[in-house]
Structures are given as structure tokens and as C-alpha cells.
């Protein structure tokens, strides 16, 4: 069946949320099939005078759409589950976007054979250069896991993986934009240490940070060898690098992602 006769209806359109409404309506999806759901009635004004969609309650939104992009944070999902489980029938699409949440946390909650996917996307969204991650759940077929990948691509790459692989994935592109606005920032702030106006350092990190983003991206190199390729014997290059490894930036980076991981696990776990 093609994707634009889906109705979708994004249950609890915050951050994430949102970004999956606008991407799928910059896509071309038919605003008549997109619904939303918001806690606050400021909110839900707020996306119908932006977005054009209708907003409703949550469990309107069980009834008419036929397929739930769940999108609440993670430890409001349990009570979320609760109000609209029985509501919901075993043959509609549930798409998790709660950070953390396995899809057998949504099993336990909804009926028997519902189909589950667990999406983890992230904010570059925004621009259409998202990375989601989809996994299935024990109940989600291949045509599920189509459908999700077309309602994704619109705000990016898609990559499926084993939903055991979901909480490194969280760790490592689910939070990796902050991440790099840490890296330009702190750049930034060295370009001002050495003199330069605060928008010339600016300007020459972020358009640095694309290139190189490209370059990664289109180049097929690996990592290592592009670095090597500006890392001249006894040039500035290194010796920048070899204070960056005096300092630890490495292992930092590589305990700070485990800690992201065990964080996303901790949510699933008082989620339950």
C-alpha cells in the first residue's frame, strides 16, 4: 500500500515530534492525514497555526489514524500506554520515538500482535540531514519497516539495525548533534583567544565543520586517512593533535558515549 493513504498521527508532538511533522509535510504527505496530539491547549494552537494539522485527543487519534508515532518522553509512556492500549487494534503501526523504550516495553502495554518500530532520530531533522535508526519489533514485518522508511527519508538517512544495537545508537547520533555544537563552541572560543572576531571564528568553524562533514560523507575515505592527509610531519596540525591526546579528548569521548548509553538504559528502566 503506498504511504501517502496513511493517516499518522504523531501522539504527543514535542521536539521530536514536531520534527517528524514537518518533515513528513515538506515531503509532500497530505496535511489531511497528519494529526497531533499535545498536553497543553497553547501547544496544540501553536501547531495548527504553524503546521496547518488537526489536533486532537489521544485516543481520536487511535480511532482515525492508522499508524501512532508515540513521541512522549520516556517516562510518561507507561501512562500513556495505559489510557490508549486497549483502544488500540492489534493490526495498526506503533512507531516508538521515546528514547530508551524497547519495543517489548510497548508489547507488555498494547494487544497481541500489535506491530511495533523503534525509530531513533535525531534534530538535524530540521534540515533534512537527519540519521534514524530503525529497528522492528518482535510483531513488525518487512512492510512495516518500509513504511517507517518512507515516513523517515524525508528528514534524512535511514539505517536499519537490531533493536539490541538502539541504545548505542542513542548514545552515539540520537545525541551526537550535541556533541559537535560543543566542539564549534569550544572552537569558537579558542578562535576568540587567538584574536579573532567572535563571527570570523564563527564563520570559519561552521562552513570547516561542513566541508569536512561532506568530505566524510562523499569521500569514502576512512577517517583516519583524511585526518592524515592535513597532518603534516612537525606542522601546526600535529601538534594540536598531540594535545588533544594529552588531554584525554579520546577517552573522554569514549566514556561519555557509554555514559549516554547507560543513560538510555536507566530511562527504560524506570520507565518499567
Known amino acids: 500500500m ?9 501522539i504527543g508532538a514535542g521536539k521530536i515530534g514536531e520534527l517528524m511533522l514537518s518533515g513528513l509535510l515538506r515531503s509532500g504527505w497530505p496535511v489531511e492525514r497528519l494529526l497531533a496530539t499535545a498536553r497543553r491547549p497553547a501547544r496544540a494552537e501553536e501547531l495548527t ?10 485516543l481520536t487519534a487511535v480511532d482515525e489514524a492508522e499508524v501512532l ?6 517516562q510518561d509512556a507507561a501512562a500513556l500506554l495505559d489510557e490508549i492500549g486497549p483502544k488500540v487494534p492489534a493490526d495498526k503501526l ?5 528514547a530508551g523504550l524497547p519495543t517489548a516495553f510497548f508489547n507488555r502495554r498494547l494487544p497481541e500482535g500489535t506491530p511495533v518500530v523503534r525509530v531513533m532520530t535525531n534534530t538535524p531533522a530540521l534540515v533534512d540531514e537527519a540519521m534514524s535508526a530503525i529497528s522492528p519489533g518482535a510483531h513488525a514485518t518487512g512492510a512495516h519497516l518500509a513504511l517507517a522508511e518512507e515516513m523517515f527519508k524525508p528528514l534524512g538517512a535511514t539505517l536499519r539495525v537490531p533493536e539490541s544495537q538502539q541504545d548505542a545508537v542513542t548514545a552515539l547520533s540520537g545525541s551526537g548533534p550535541a556533541y559537535f555544537y560543543l566542539l564549534v563552541e569550544a ?14 571564528a564563527h564563520d570559519l568553524i561552521v562552513q570547516t565543520a561542513i566541508g569536512s562533514a561532506v568530505m566524510l560523507r562523499d569521500s569514502g575515505e576512512h577517517p583516519v586517512k583524511l585526518r592524515e592527509a592535513v597532518t603534516s610531519p612537525a606542522g601546526t596540525t600535529i601538534n594540536a593533535i598531540r594535545e588533544l591526546e594529552n588531554h584525554g579528548v579520546r577517552a573522554a569521548m569514549l566514556a561519555a558515549l557509554e555514559a549516554a548509553r547507560d543513560r538510555a538504559r536507566e530511562l527504560a528502566a524506570q520507565a518499567d
Open 2 to 10: 503506498a504511504p501517502e493513504v496513511h493517516t499518522v498521527a504523531v
Open 49 to 58: 497555526a504553524r503546521y496547518g494539522v488537526r489536533v486532537v485527543d489521544n
Open 69 to 74: 508515532a508515540v513521541s512522549v518522553k520516556p
Open 94 to 98: 506503533v512507531i516508538s520515538l521515546c
Open 187 to 200: 572552537m569558537i572560543d579558542a578562535g576568540i583567544l587567538l584574536g579573532l572576531p567572535r563571527q570570523v
